[in-house]
């Protein structure tokens, strides 16, 4: 994922001075989105109303606004000219709004997340539904994971972990980390499966980080290699496309129904993804 062409605007509805307010926004702005944030609905509507290019992704916990019906405050939204393209992320710690569900595709909801998964999932989620640079990310979706890997370069094998993975390659979490171009062997178990998979690799990104950044910044954009399987059996393969589809499903979800029908272009609602 390149993080510095990510400039989409998102603006993040949450409770005032809240941890989980403070370090979305961070997470997201490390992402490289253009973030906004907000606790009131005046000042939410404000800052949709003014923006200088419209927002792209609303993500709002409709339990912080206060003395507000937040399924009517979001029809109202929807309602005017500057919200018509408006994506939105409903999160939530406590049960949903019935009426939100029933009223999903004329609100523009594209996700419903539980507040106790994590932020990388959360992060993920987000760069789905408005994919960084406009990029299809339908052909090089990524799923989060965190298992061991054998990494040999010139015979010698050292162990690391990996942090993200898709159907083409892996994110090898390296403190220091080896240059672009670098070929690799690999192993690897994935989670739930005994089977040991096997794969050259070539790694095509590097990603370095200051000292002292935040937990949860170092968890979703670890210092690392990025790479790309060059050589794998097609039974290794069949094994990492199953795992990999069912990671997607799992965090995903319906989300790739929206996507499918955007793709061909009917813009057909099939439901937002619970998560």
Known sequence: MALDEIKLKILVVDEQGSYYLRTLVDLLNDGGFNVDFSSDPEITYRKLKNSVRPVDLLIIDLGCIQDTDGFVFLKVLKEQEFCRGLKIIITT???????????????????????????????????????????????????????????VVNEKAQFYYASNLSHGGIFIRKSHADPVGTTVQLSFNLPGNSATLEAKAKVVRVLRYPMNVSSVRYETFPPGNGLVFSEMSEDHRSILREFVDREEARIFGSRSHWVEAEGEGTAEFKGASRY
């Open 93 to 151: 710690n406590s049960l949903l709004d019935p009426r939100l569900s029933s009223a999903q595709r004329e609100l523009g909801i594209y996700a419903f997340f539980n507040k106790a998964r994590s932020f990388e999932e959360l992060f993920y989620i987000v760069a789905d539904i408005v994919p960084p640079g406009g990029q299809d990310l339908r052909k090089s979706r990524r799923v989060p994971v965190r298992f061991l890997v054998s990494y």
